[in-house]
């Protein structure tokens, strides 16, 4: 078995987001996923074991008028 390690996804990680799809119920398109890690407040990560995504979490920065900004987590 291989070391589990986590990583940042940027807009260049294509070869994480096929093994995403293959996690999920629903396929990410590689346009909207180029274009949603574009966005320097948008951010993700996942769990590799190998060269394989087991787990991934993103979210974004969002910004407020009534207080400071947090971060929503998906």
């Known amino acids: 078995m291989n070391k589990m390690k986590i990583c940042r996804i940027n807009k260049d ?23 949603f890690m574009s966005n320097p407040n948008n951010l993700a990560y996942a769990v590799l074991e190998g060269e394989m995504v087991v787990a991934f979490a993103w979210g974004y920065l969002l ?12």
């Open 63 to 74: 910004e407020r008028m009534d207080d400071a900004p947090i971060l929503y987590i998906h």
């Open 13 to 35: 990680s294509l070869k994480h987001q096929a093994s995403i799809n293959k996690i999920r119920a629903f396929t990410i398109d590689e346009t909207l996923f180029k274009e």
